[in-house]
């Protein structure tokens, strides 16, 4: 399979991660990601952001979205952009205290921001009754439903929680718990709708043991979900799913294998997964049918990559944004891949 690469930024004297991208209505590309000083080190961080006018071929310079983070008694965290209603643009971005030095992953913050002319300006970000780290995009469902998720600590492990809108934002659900287990730690969900009220959110299971990723299901429109279930992406992080135009469904996410956490060592390895609804909706492992495709490896021993996003243009090409270190020394890099899903294995 011919994937090709292409570097969107990088930046000698700031860590650059977390990346994410949207496909505007005029087909212009537009990606959002985190600056920081290092992935250890918030004491600086900034949102900015690239534009495309290529097909991801070549970028703009960066630019801000927001302040920057000196001296201030927060820092912005993981970036996620998407479409909304009328053509407009939508930015997700956690805001995580320092509370005595440390950060505060409980007592953070959710910020919506809104752009009418596709990324040129954004509105005044807007605080969202929800705490909670690595938001989801937000989420829409062909009923109007719309879904904002986050995950903190119950009960002394990681579990995911959401709330929802149904008119547009003016008015939020209170937060729901919608995945818990006492033997996971189970954060950074991606929620695709199904259709007929059906949704699935993939979770990591942050116990470093290489297991699973894992799923809960709902089929009544986000009201109440499913018990924990496996789904056969071994080491699956951070997932990030969706329909492509076939109707087969996409999801990029870290490989991380478990063993021994030496510097980089589960940071290595993006990965993309091509599987079905039935198979999401199946609810014994064995059952579900995946496609795993290797898509970059970080070469670096301070190796750090794998959170990604990625958009599908008409004719079908898929275009990966992601953060790496691979050849960048120490600090990381923004890149993105092309590639057709068509050249995947089939399903039999």
Sequence with gaps: MSILQFSISRDERRYEAWP?????????????????????DRSYTRIMQTESFDRGRTW?????????????????????????????????????????????????????????????????????PLHGIVPDKLVQTEEGRWFVSAHHSFRGRLSQYLMFSDDRGESWSSPRLIAHDPDCELCEASLLPLGGGTLVALLRDNTCRGADCRKVI???????????????????????????????????????????????????????????????????????????????????????????????????????VNYIVDDAGSRAQIRGYSLFPGEFASFR
């Design 20 to 40: 994410d991208v949207a496909l505007t209505e005029s087909g212009a590309l537009v990606c959002v990601f985190c600056e920081c000083t290092h992935h250890k």
């Design 60 to 128: 703009t310079g960066k630019h801000p979205v927001t302040e920057g983070t000196e001296d201030r008694p927060y820092f912005y965290n993981c970036p996620r952009i998407f479409s909304l209603p009328s053509g407009r643009l939508g930015l997700l971005v956690d805001r995580i205290r320092h509370a005595g030095g440390e950060a505060d992953p409980d007592a953070s913050d959710l910020l919506l921001l809104e752009s009418s002319d596709n990324g040129g300006t954004w509105s005044v970000p807007r605080l969202l």
């Design 218 to 320: 709902s089929r009544d429109n986000g009201e109440t979900w499913s018990r924990v279930l496996d789904f056969p992406l071994p080491g699956g992080y951070r997932p990030v799913a969706g329909f492509l135009k076939d109707g087969r469904i996409l999801i990029t996410y870290r490989f991380c294998q478990g063993g021994k956490r030496a510097i980089g060592a589960n940071s290595q390895n993006l990965f993309a997964a091509l599987t079905t609804r039935e198979a999401l909706l199946e609810e014994e492992r064995s059952q579900s049918a995946v496609n795993i495709l290797p898509v970059d490896h970080d070469r670096s021993i301070y190796a750090d990559t794998g959170y990604s996003g990625w958009v599908q243009f008409p004719d079908g090409e898929l275009y990966i």
